[in-house]
């Protein structure tokens, strides 16, 4: 959640800044801004609303300077305004700050500053945390500025509570960026004669590949020629250069209109990317070397808590379906927000699994933190490798997606989905599951991708059905077993881009209330593959159809009955019911892009969202 990016190097900051606030757009877009220095001074420059206007702005201005930070926002304390758009200043004017996060006790430092004599001119946090660091530095002395400007960060972050990634330029040190971070994420990239400093390497990622990735409690400042990482209360700090696994052609849409259809069109090719390699066929099981369990830790596991957010979370009620159904070892799905506030019950060989895509969702990181502190063996399933979740994992998975750069969750969903079956599958092979069993589930997840492919041809059709529904106030999605997680998740989808309002039910459900919303105007999805409870589905659609509510089903090819109750279908190829939640989902997908697309919606940029959730 918001965007950072910050440049010092022998070139115009500006263009720099404005391409990475660009590829940085996912992560907030209600205000954006600069500071750029020049050896004369700060200039400052915020605009409310999209980076466009930022952009205009600069456009007009035409500031100039080789040091910079800019700054895309999600507005958490105060609406998103230009006086509320960072960078803000200090009270001498003379230091500006960019900042992801949120200061919890920023009340307080506020009212105290004010006592102080400070004003301010926002209802930001961060103007706060300006102000702080400008408290803290010594501008009476003729020691080195930059030593000042390092020291004032340093005395200043250990007063605030609350999460913090932070870029800070100073007139007085212009030959320098300082950065830090607590609970943000903030990358430093290695260039000739260039640094940059970031929230998300795909910021960079078109100037250099030699990147590090900080960790908390870190204090670096970066200059033209080098970079020096502290911790934030001295004494160096541990640094390693990592190497980005991605291109720049990866972060971009190519030929597709938004991010989300392009990530929707990539999953045949990220399902297999996320099994490749992963699979033994002689022993109908799956090989997890990353898990850094032995067998004997594995057999151990008597129960599995999976932790997540949003999409993720949804994934995750898919794999406990998995989990249980393959190796009969008791899983539940708990919701990371609500898991770091509950004391759940938990037994010495309960394995915990968080799952995220981005690896750095604030309240995933602390469900894992919470189960760390509990002395839980705690697993990742995580797309980011660089990201704080894959780093404080005992072990784990990664989904090996590639960036998933729309906000709308996709293609790391049935990822995360086909890595858990691979869980699944080796829990099972070390119980009670055949190698027969196992080979037949490779099988069938290896012929998923070609499946997938076939559901994606039929986009128009889906397009058509979308754009009849297009002008609808509410949709229901009903599913049951494993498809009531992708009713879940198709219901999220809808809302998230489409800003039609919908639930999803187990489909048995909906007699016990939510049909007294049943109407005309009313459409309901049923996710009806041929699985064991397919006639029940049926027996539920009737009685949709029997209070003249319309039915969409998503159902298995060669079940052309459906029809017959249906208005609209939509046919998925068979597999077995265990894997149907990767096919089932990818209409479901379409049918909220087409949808959003159809009511003129933005469909990367939803209203009020933002990518990577990094505060509570
Ligand atoms: C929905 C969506 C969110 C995320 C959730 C978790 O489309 O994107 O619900 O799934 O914020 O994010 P990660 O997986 O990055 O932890």
């Given at each position: 959640m918001c965007g950072i990016i910050g440049y010092i190097g022998k070139r115009q900051a500006s263009p720099i800044l404005l391409d990475g606030l660009r590829r940085l757009e996912y992560r907030g877009y209600d205000s954006a801004g600069m500071a750029l220095s020049n050896g004369h001074g700060l200039e400052v420059i915020r605009r409310a609303g999209r980076i466009e206007n930022l952009r205009k702005a600069v456009a007009e201005i035409n500031p100039r300077g080789e040091v910079g930070i800019s700054h895309t926002r999600w507005a958490?304390?105060?609406?998103?305004t230009d006086a509320n758009a960072h960078p803000h200043k200090d009270e001498s004017g003379k230091l500006a700050v960019v900042h992801n996060g949120v200061i919890e006790n920023y009340q307080q430092l506020r009212d105290w500053l004010k006592g102080e004599g400070h004003t301010f001119s926002s209802e930001t946090d961060t103007e706060v945390l300006a102000h702080l660091i400008g408290f803290e530095y010594?501008?009476?002395?003729?020691?080195d500025p930059i030593q000042r400007l390092v020291g004032a960060v340093q005395t200043a972050l250990p007063r605030v509570k609350g999460t913090y990634g932070i870029a800070v330029i100073h007139e007085d040190a212009p030959s320098v960026i300082v950065g830090a971070r607590l609970g943000s994420p903030l990358v430093v990239g290695l260039g000739e004669g260039e640094h940059y400093l970031a929230s998300d390497v795909s910021a960079i990622v078109t100037h250099t590949k030699d990147v590090v990735y900080l960790n908390d409690y870190d204090v670096v400042t970066i200059s033209r020629t080098g970079y020096d990482v502290q911790h934030v209360e001295g004494g160096a700090a541990r640094v390693t250069v990592s190497r980005v696994d991605f291109t720049e052609d990866e972060a971009e849409k190519g030929d597709f209109p938004h991010f989300m259809l392009k990530e929707i069109y990539e999953q045949p090719n990220s399902i297999r990317n996320a099994i490749r390699g992963r699979l033994s066929k002689d022993e109908g099981t799956a090989i997890l070397?990353?898990?850094?369990?032995t067998q004997q830790e594995l057999r151990q596991v008597d129960r599995i808590i999976l932790s997540a957010c949003g999409t993720a979370c949804h994934a995750g009620m898919v794999g406990e379906y998995l989990i249980e159904s393959l190796a009969r070892i008791p899983t539940e799905v708990e919701i990371a927000s609500e898991f770091r506030y509950r004391n759940v019950p938990t037994t010495k060989d309960t394995l915990q699994i968080v799952i995220s895509q981005s690896g750095e969702t604030i309240d995933t990181l602390a469900a894992l933190r919470e189960a760390k502190r509990k002395g839980l063996k705690c697993l990742g399933i995580v797309n980011?490798?660089?990201s704080t979740i894959a780093r404080e994992t005992d072990g784990g998975i990664y989904i090996?997606?590639?960036?998933?750069?729309?906000?709308?969750?996709?293609?790391s969903f049935t990822s995360q989905v086909a890595v858990m079956t691979l869980l699944g599958l080796l829990f099972g092979r070390i119980h009670h599951l055949s190698s027969t069993d196992g080979l037949e589930l490779i099988d069938e997840l290896e012929a998923i991708p070609d499946k997938i492919s076939q559901i994606l041809a039929q986009a128009d059709h889906i397009k058509q059905i979308a754009e009849k529904y297009a002008h609808v106030e509410g949709m229901l999605f009903m599913g049951r077993l494993n498809n009531y997680p992708v009713a879940l998740e198709g219901a999220l989808k809808m809302k998230e881009i489409s800003y039609i309002y919908a639930s999803g039910h187990p489909s048995a459900e909906l007699k016990h209330g939510v049909i007294a919303l049943v109407k005309p105007e009313l459409p309901s999805v049923f996710i009806a593959?041929?699985?064991?409870v397919f006639e029940k589905n049926i027996s539920n659609i009737e009685e949709v159809k029997a209070r003249k509510g319309p039915v969409i089903a998503v159902a298995t090819e060669g079940h052309p009955n459906i029809e017959k109750v249906a208005d609209d279908v939509i046919y998925i190829p068979r597999c077995p019911s265990s894997l149907s939640p990767l096919l089932t989902v990818i209409p479901l997908q379409l049918l909220s892009y087409y949808v959003a697309v159809a009511r003129g919606c933005d469909v990367d940029k939803p209203r009020n969202l933002a990518k990577s959730v990094t505060v509570e």
């Open positions: 958490t304390h105060g609406a998103p010594d501008g009476s002395t003729e020691t070397g990353g898990l850094q369990m980011n490798v660089a090996h997606a590639g960036p998933e750069i729309g906000v709308a969750a996709t293609k593959p041929h699985d064991a």
